[in-house]
């Protein structure tokens, strides 16, 4: 059973919890009020079949917890200019293999702004270092759609009969017109014998399996079956 992965979702929330960092000494810390920077993802996966009747079914669902790697000390000033902060927390981003590139400029975006928030608290004021953690939730579904690989392989297969044809080739105009004779269909009237090469009226194409008509004409081939000339020369 072969399952496609679809586009992962990503949610994220940022906030500062309720500890003090005043205390830790990093080689990082300077003079200045700092940003405790840490991420924290949980990826999410879950398995889906879907039948070919539309209904979804789940085969497996989990979550395991990746913690970040050691908190990152940022100058609070650093985010004043909106476009280098944005840049440091991707680069960050960058070293979470579990998060997709294209979601680090959303959720850079939340950190920059809420770090140059939580600079005005009034309850953050006086303190050195102020910490902001990064909650970041991925999901990641794979599905096997019995309907596409049953599109897919009846697509295939028509191709393949297509290309190869199986060994058919159409037969050459000049071949048919060799092999084709033109007979004329009679009304079928009871006990009357039927001439050699006449068609009854009753009798239909081989192609397109209507009924010839009284008086009209039919081509036949040396295996006796019997076409409308619009029919076998196409």
Known sequence: MQFVQLNPRVSNRVWQPEINLDHVDSWQRSSKVQ??????????????????????VLLRSGSSQVSSTKGVFLDLDMFKSYDYSCREISILLGYRPEVHEDFHACIADEVVCFARKIGNWVSNMGRKVLPIYVDIIVE??????????????????AM????????????????????????RVEGCVKGSEAKRRCVRERESCTICLEEFEAGSEALCMPCTHIFHAGCIVK
């Open 35 to 56: 940003a405790y920077v840490k991420f924290f993802v949980q990826v999410k996966r879950r398995t889906r079949y879907r039948t070919c009747e539309g209904n979804l």
């Open 140 to 157: 990641e579904n794979f599905l096997h759609d019995e309907r596409y690989w049953l599109t897919r392989a009846l697509r295939e297969s």
């Open 160 to 183: 393949e009969f297509e290309r190869r044809r199986y060994g058919m080739v159409p037969a050459r105009k000049s071949a048919l017109k060799g092999m084709l004779k033109r007979v």
